[in-house]
């Protein structure tokens, strides 16, 4: 093979290792705005996971509250004090019940809220692991392409082609 093919051969093989190493970059890059887009939706997820919980609570309450005006109506029409004896012991029991839902209910909306921040948290790791990976396979293609370079230069002068290195950068370039 003559001087010039083996040029011709680097230049492209230095090209190619360039493009491989950007497409890769490309795709791990790709792969890593998506998943900051995926943590952005977990994030989003656990707080509208979490407003569930805190209607929820609501909704204890406000069943707690019409329980409670119930025993009270009922005690009231048979002339009975709400606030003493069996009656006022099930009001009490009714309460405590529903405060023990809305706390769970509380409670559930902050455990929601903490998995959506610790799932989003997780992936916008791995995109940053992505988004280094992007880096590296760019870097590794400009590498690979060096490394072609300095095969293909002792390529030429294996097939007896001469380069004086000296000149390279002083425009006198290589001879031939």
């Given at each position: 093979m003559g001087p010039e093919l083996t040029v011709l051969m680097t230049i492209g093989k230095m090209g190619m290792d360039v493009a491989g190493g950007m497409a890769k970059s490309r795709a791990l890059s790709s792969q890593a705005v998506w998943l900051q887009l995926q943590a952005r939706q977990q994030a989003l997820q656990g707080r509208s996971n979490a407003?569930?919980?805190?209607?929820?609570?609501?909704?204890?309450?406000?069943?707690?509250?019409?329980?409670?005006?119930?025993i009270n109506a009922r005690g009231a029409a048979g002339n009975l004090n709400p606030f003493t004896g069996s009656l006022f012991a099930l009001s009490q029991e009714?309460?405590?019940?529903?405060?023990?839902?809305?706390?769970?209910a509380v409670t559930n909306a902050q455990i929601a809220r903490e998995t959506g921040t610790l799932q989003a948290a997780t992936t916008r790791f791995q995109a940053n692991q992505y988004a280094s990976a992007s880096r590296r396979a760019k870097t590794g293609?400009?590498?690979?392409?060096?490394?072609?370079?300095?095969?293909?230069?002792?390529?030429?002068?294996?097939a007896g082609g001469s380069f004086d290195f000296a000149n390279v950068f002083s425009g006198g370039g290589g001879g031939g």
């Open positions: 407003i569930k919980y805190v209607n929820e609570g609501a909704r204890h309450l406000k069943q707690t509250r019409i329980n409670l005006a119930t009714n309460l405590s019940e529903g405060l023990l839902d809305y706390d769970a293609g400009y590498l690979a392409a060096l490394g072609t370079a300095a095969s293909g230069a002792q390529s030429y002068a294996d």
